[in-house]
């Protein structure tokens, strides 16, 4: 299916455990972001990349770390969550890096 | 500091009435403007954009928004809104720089109730 998907949809971890979570777009688009989403302050972006192997980081990076060695793939990975880390996590992409089309969301508990 | 601010977290309408909510921003120069919506148990849906030009823009579903430089905001509106307008509404405002892609502030949201 075309378009930008999110997987897994639900995750429940414990504190200290590694989680990663995963995105897909199928439009070629040349610029993908993480953001969270928590209440009270609207989406915050977390990293964004421009391009195959080239990332950098946006507003909260802080216990996160990205990859991009494809341009279709995003993942996002907490190294050792924290249960600040509970939040809806949302994927997105673009051409420009200014419309934004995003995915379905994550929605990430850290116990 | 550069800010996005959405006055009002929640706004209850009846159907068939107006909406207008609010953005406003703080930037240095004239900034790209965004609104988004989204549902509930959704991602966000681009509404609407301005670049340059007319500062009246249109959007999908019946939605307008008016760029006012002088007050700097980017409010949005709607005629007649249906019960399917429920959901929350994002303003975003983006800015380049010389040597990258630039910043991407997202507003925190407002509510949006319609009543029958």
């Known amino acids: 299916d075309a378009g930008i998907t999110q997987s897994p949809r639900y995750k429940i971890t414990e504190t200290g455990r590694q989680v990663t979570l995963m995105c897909h777009q199928t439009w070629s688009h040349s610029y993908m972001f993480w953001y969270r989403q928590d209440l009270g302050h609207g989406l915050r972006l977390i990293y964004y990349?421009?391009?195959?192997?080239?990332?950098d980081k946006g507003e909260v990076p802080d216990g996160y770390v990205v990859s991009r060695s494809k341009t279709e793939n995003f993942p996002l990975t907490l190294e050792s969550a924290t249960r600040s880390q509970t939040s809806v996590y949302f994927c997105a992409s673009s051409e420009s890096g200014w419309e934004q089309f995003f995915g379905p969301g994550t929605r990430l508990t850290v116990l | 500091a550069q800010s996005v601010t959405q006055p009002d977290i929640h706004i209850t309408v009846s159907e068939g009435a107006s909406l207008e909510l609010r953005c406003n921003y703080s930037y240095g120069a004239t900034p790209y403007l965004f609104w988004y919506v989204q549902s509930p148990g959704q991602g966000l849906q681009l509404l609407l954009k301005y670049f340059s030009g007319d500062t009246l823009v249109q959007g999908i579903k019946g939605f307008e928004a008016e760029f006012k430089r002088s007050q700097s905001s980017f409010n949005l509106r709607k005629p007649s809104v249906h019960w399917s307008d429920a959901a929350e509404y994002f303003c975003?405002?983006?800015?380049?720089?010389?040597?990258?892609?630039?910043?991407?502030?997202f507003g925190a949201g407002t509510q949006v109730v319609v009543t029958p």
């Open positions: 990349s421009a391009a195959a192997d080239i990332t």
């Open positions: 975003a405002v983006g800015t380049m720089t010389t040597d990258s892609w630039g910043k991407f502030q």
